[in-house]
């Protein structure tokens, strides 16, 4: 079934990526959110934009926008919200995974569902009723006064039952997220989150910014995924101003997202087995991680290789040296990697840890639109690289890991694999990267790119980042500043699922299916 079959009027988006887009009534959203669900498709995101100063009809002043992945591509459907009564319709009884989407967006704009959920999201009793922080016009000056929040957790009932406050500030330094758990003895009954306190109001900072610069915020919005951000921030601008990138800029920018994904595997893959109390695997993979990200600094100027990915390009080449550097630590770094997996592989009390633990099952992983890592290893085939690949990713034969058991040892399998498949596609991009520059201006905005057929005009970045599939989405105004730009991480997605994975086990392995998912705050958080 080919969702595009559909009956909407959807129009192809230039670009390298697939893009389709329509505008559409409820009725439209809704019977097209439905056959995505049928036919197998991903629910990816969902945002508002507030439209009253660009509107003369009040029947258009906001617009909402959904995302979903299919088999050829994004397709993107857009609604107009009348001004007075922005209502739109509750897709979370189709994909579950709308659900915090939807009351985020009105948190940030007041666009409103009739879903039974109603509770904040982002807001957490500091804001006053009517204050939308991403409505058009200022912001106030002045600090709002702090007050406590009663969240409404969802409570259970019954003999023996006991709630575990975790949170929102931990032990350790991570960042802040509540962990509500309903338990008997210590096996867990039910898992609820209250996230949003790493709120920084990203999106309204993005309208201060002109095109050319945004990139260095989007690198920001979540430090670990810093070249996915970015990559997806300049593939959306270089869309939206037609933006042609040189060959050789769009290797070196796989040749670093590849990096990126090693990284935080070797990092997580580190941190699993020190969970299990095997501190060995702790040192050993960071040793390597340590060694990978001083590497990335010494050719890339950074060791997380922030700023590196600009619109038009890349920042700089590799120097002379680079290519040579590279190939030796692929080199030891999968002999390695392949050596310390016989110890994980071979190891009683880590194996009795991770097998059967947090388990996802494959129908709930897709029923809650989960990606990424997470997602493969509860059997979602879907890897932007291989199932909707850009350039490079269309040239070098991307081979997807995938697993079903969705446990914890599953989504160590999964990060092993992907590390060495990582590894071989920077020797093949290493070996066939085309020369030539690696970067070209960014052409200005033109009036008439900034509308497109009466519509705001979208250039949008899907890239797959090492935890799953960043979304950005961008509007510009004709003198090259950001009209409204969304940032979309994977963990929107995943959060829900790991509140499922968690049910049935003991609290002493929640920390070890957390880290097992490890997802993002900050990302999630804007």
């Not at 988006?13 to 995505?36: C, D, E, I, K, N």
């Not at 006991?162 to 330094?173: L, M, R, W």
């Not at 999106?203 to 670990?224: N, Y």
């Not at 592989?345 to 991770?354: E, K, N, S, T, V």
Request: net charge neutral; charged share 25%; aromatic share 8%.
């Amino acid at each position: 079934m080919r969702l595009l079959d559909q009956p909407l009027d959807f129009k192809q988006m230039p670009g390298a990526l697939a893009v389709y887009r329509a505008r559409t009534y409820m009725a439209g959203l809704l019977s097209f959110t439905r056959a995505v669900k049928k036919g197998g498709g991903r629910f990816v995101a969902l945002w508002g934009s507030d439209e009253r100063d660009r509107s003369e009809k009040p029947s258009e002043g906001f617009s909402l926008h959904v995302a979903f992945g299919l088999t050829e591509g994004l397709a993107l459907v857009t609604i107009f919200l009348p001004a007075d009564n922005p209502e739109f319709p509750d897709l979370s009884e189709i994909f579950p995974a709308a659900n915090r989407m939807q009351r985020a967006t009105y948190d940030l704009l007041g666009l409103h569902t009739r879903s039974v959920d109603q509770r904040p999201w982002l807001r957490h009793a500091n804001w006053p009723a009517d204050f939308f922080p991403l409505r058009r016009g200022p912001v106030p000056k002045k600090s709002f006064p702090l007050s406590h929040e009663d969240y409404a957790f969802v409570r259970v009932e019954g003999d023996g039952v006991h709630e575990i406050p975790v949170g929102p500030i931990h032990a350790g330094i991570i960042e802040p997220g509540h962990f509500r758990f309903s338990i008997v003895g210590e096996r867990v009954l039910r898992l609820e989150q209250r996230l949003g306190w790493k709120h920084k109001g990203i999106e309204k900072i993005f309208t201060r910014l002109t095109l050319h610069d945004g990139h260095i915020l989007a690198g920001r919005v979540s430090g670990d995924s810093t070249v996915a951000y970015a990559w997806a921030y300049c593939l959306a601008a270089e869309t939206l101003t037609g933006c042609v990138v040189p060959q050789r800029a769009a290797w070196l920018r796989a040749l670093m997202l590849e990096r990126e994904r090693i990284a935080n595997h070797l990092g997580d893959l580190g941190y699993l087995g020190n969970d299990v109390a095997l501190s060995f695997g702790l040192a050993q993979f960071m040793r390597l991680k340590e060694d990978w990200l001083r590497m990335s600094n010494a050719l890339f100027g950074h060791r997380f290789m922030m700023d590196c990915i600009i619109p038009g390009g890349v920042a700089q080449d590799l120097p002379p040296d680079g290519s040579e550097l590279l190939l030796e630590q692929c080199e030891t770094i999968e002999h390695e990697v392949r050596t310390i997996k016989k110890v994980y592989d071979d190891h009683a009390g880590l194996q009795d840890r991770f097998l059967t633990t947090g388990r996802l099952q494959p129908q709930l992983a897709e029923h809650l639109s989960v990606s990424g890592v997470v997602g493969r290893a509860s059997s979602q085939v879907w890897d932007l690289r291989a199932t909707n690949p850009i350039a490079p990713y269309d040239q070098i034969d991307v081979q997807m890991v995938t697993h079903r058991n969705g446990d914890v040892a599953a989504r160590a399998t999964v990060r092993f694999e992907e590390i060495i498949e990582s590894l071989r596609l920077i020797r093949r991009l290493i070996k066939r990267m085309p020369q030539g520059e690696v970067s070209v201006p960014l052409p200005p905005v033109q009036e008439g790119e900034c509308k497109v057929d009466g519509a705001n005009a979208v250039g949008l970045g899907w890239i797959e980042g090492w935890r799953g599939d960043v979304l950005v989405a961008l509007e510009a105004e004709a003198n090259g500043r950001i009209r409204r730009c969304h940032c979309h991480d994977p963990s929107w997605r995943n959060w829900p699922a790991l509140e499922h994975a968690a049910v049935g086990n003991i609290v002493p392995d929640f920390p070890l299916i957390n880290k097992s998912f490890n997802l993002s705050y900050s990302g999630h958080d804007l």
